[in-house]
């Protein structure tokens, strides 16, 4: 599955966000209850308000959203890399998730103490990713050094790993996070092999007051211009608002969102952002038993897609039906889009479209 690490300094509503998370998991699909892989993971549906147009036109018993995973990566402060905190054992957390989500303190409580006794998420941004970018500078010197004695040898998957560990040091080196490199196509693999934890895709969560979770802040304001900055994006949230709306039922939900003010809880904005930033799409399989949404990257191909639902698919893949959602919608589901011509016969080069509804053929 694919994974979103939050990270964030002490105290900035780091916990508050990822319980809102699995509490609101567990409410949107009741029968895949929100399951603890371990205690600081959460698996949650991915909103998709056009499953539920699907399964009513094909009949389905069971709506199956996609999932993703959040992960809370606790422990962090000014120091971490020096092993300060949880140091080491919670970089190595980072080091496994897809994307960064940084949260960052944009309300002020006298109540809850900030570790730098001053609310400024830009400053707080800055300490967290630089203790990041130390980590990965230490990490590659030492790679180099080994990486360097395998190049002696004529080793020349070594040779060309090190011009990649150059790049990510330049960056590095200048104070930028590695992401700012730019990597060539044939590179991406291997460059995302060195698990560098500012290579990664990141995400701002301007966790806002209660007051302020539509209009957001001055706080957020920074926030969403450093993030422009940072190419990156950013989402205005209330924390302590999420997770009173995850304990509420649908209806209660839809009132207390019209009271303050927004069309849907943050949360959906959160994980609709996160899954654009890792890259990912959408795809659907329906039918009477059930409407499914299934996660791809962007890019893949059909029998890469069928591969999701099983690697028999992917290996005996001999076409793909495709049925795109607009017309499996207004054609009213697969037999009318087949009477209009509009199921069209995919092979192995077809390139999935967000939104397409698949139906694989496959040798086994
Ligand atoms: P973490 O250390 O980053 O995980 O932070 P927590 O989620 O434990 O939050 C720290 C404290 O800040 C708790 O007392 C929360 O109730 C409080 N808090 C979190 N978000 C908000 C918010 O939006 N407004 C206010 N006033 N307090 C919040």
Redo the contacts with the bound molecule.
Sequence with gaps: GFKCGIV????????????ALTKTAAAQAANYPFCTIEPNVGDVAVPEPRLKTLAEIAGSKEILPARMQFV?I?GLVKGASKGEGLGNQFLANIREVDAVVY?L?C???D??THVANKIDPIADFETVETELMLADLESLEKRRVNLEKKAKGQDKEAKALIVLVDKALEELREGHPARNAEVADDDKKAWAGLQLLTSKPVLFVA????GSAASGNDYSKHVEECAKKEGAAAVVI????ESELAQLSDEEQAEYLETIGLSEPGLNRLISTGFDLLGLQTYFTAGPKEARAWTVKRGATAPQAAGVIHTDFEKGFIRAETIAFDDYVALKGEQGAKEAGKMRLEGKEYIVKDGDVMHFRFNT
């Design positions: 964030g300094l002490p105290n900035v509503g780091k916990s508050t966000l990822f319980n809370d606790a949260v303190r309300f002020d409580d109540d809850v966790n806002v007051d209660e209330s924390a302590k608002i």
